[in-house]
């Protein structure tokens, strides 16, 4: 059964998505890990044009034609992105309602556990049935959260809901982003760890250049300049949420903590 990694903003416009992305290539391209990403923001999805895609099928086509789910529909569905990575993405259009019930995407979510090892979904930032429903039922969750007080504020009743409703899986993750704006006051790391009861897996700061030229190029940041902080965080984490996480010398503070909590 493949491991499903569901990554979400604790509010709109943290940058959920580009790190969701960046994560999904790390685990395919550097983890040589057989991947899917799933845009689930049927309406607004960017997964598309972060990977350079236009592919004519995506997500919209199974969830509108449940009948037909299987394994090989599901398949003919994905755009091939690199070797180890597909794309099952959003149409992006306003041409219909996207309104779903809880279960809607239940079947195409067992579909790819059946044949791909890794699947990161784009969680939309909503609260409604089938989005509390994803995160419940995956395996492994990472809250994005920028350093100010509306994302502490969310990501902690995230974290206050997750727990209840999923009392026999590993706690959610989080990290920061969007870190070091020149002139933005920001809510420390220690009081965010204080309030989540838990420290950020990662902190990835403010980089206009080099993000910007990423999304406006349909590429992933390790592409535009693979020695960048911000790529061997991406690889960091896609280790950690696949479980493949190997700890080194220069890592022993934090990650180990949290290699110790899951294990």
């Known amino acids: 059964m493949g491991r499903i990694i569901a990554v979400v903003g604790a509010k709109g416009g943290v940058g959920a998505s580009t790190v969701a992305h960046n994560i999904a290539w790390s685990a395919g391209h550097d983890l040589a890990l057989e991947s899917v990403v799933t845009d689930m923001d049927l309406a607004f999805g960017t997964a598309g044009l972060d990977y350079n895609q236009d592919p004519p099928q995506g997500i919209a086509d199974a969830v509108f034609s449940p009948d037909r789910i299987d394994t090989n529909f599901v398949d003919r569905l994905l755009a091939r992105c690199t070797d180890h990575l597909s794309l099952l993405a959003a149409p992006a259009t306003l041409e219909r309602v996207y309104d ?6 239940d079947s195409i979510f067992d579909s790819l556990r059946a044949t791909v090892p890794c699947i990161v979904l784009d969680v939309p ?12 039922s995956a395996d492994e969750i990472l809250i994005v959260a920028a350093p100010d007080l509306a994302s502490l504020r969310n990501a ?40 989540l009861e838990d420290d950020p897996v990662a902190s990835i700061p ?50 180990a903590k949290l290699l110790k909590r899951q294990g």
């Not at 609260?127 to 994803?134: A, D, F, L």
Request: aromatic share 10%; proline share 5%; charged share 20%.
């Open 156 to 195: 902690k009743n995230l974290f206050d809901h997750l727990r209840t409703t999923r009392v026999n899986d590993h706690r959610p993750f989080y990290c920061l982003n969007q870190v070091g704006v020149p002139k933005r006051p920001e809510i420390k790391p220690a009081e965010f760890a204080k309030a």
């Open 125 to 136: 930032h909503q609260w409604n049935g089938w989005t509390q429903r994803t995160l419940v």
């Open 100 to 105: 779903f019930g809880a279960e809607a995407f």
């Open 206 to 255: 403010f980089d206009p250049q080099v993000f910007g030229t990423a999304a406006n190029n349909g590429q992933m940041i390790a592409e535009v300049s693979a020695s960048h902080r911000a790529a061997a965080t991406f690889r960091d984490l896609a280790q950690l949420l696949t479980g493949r996480a190997e700890v080194k010398k220069s890592q022993t503070g934090l990650l």
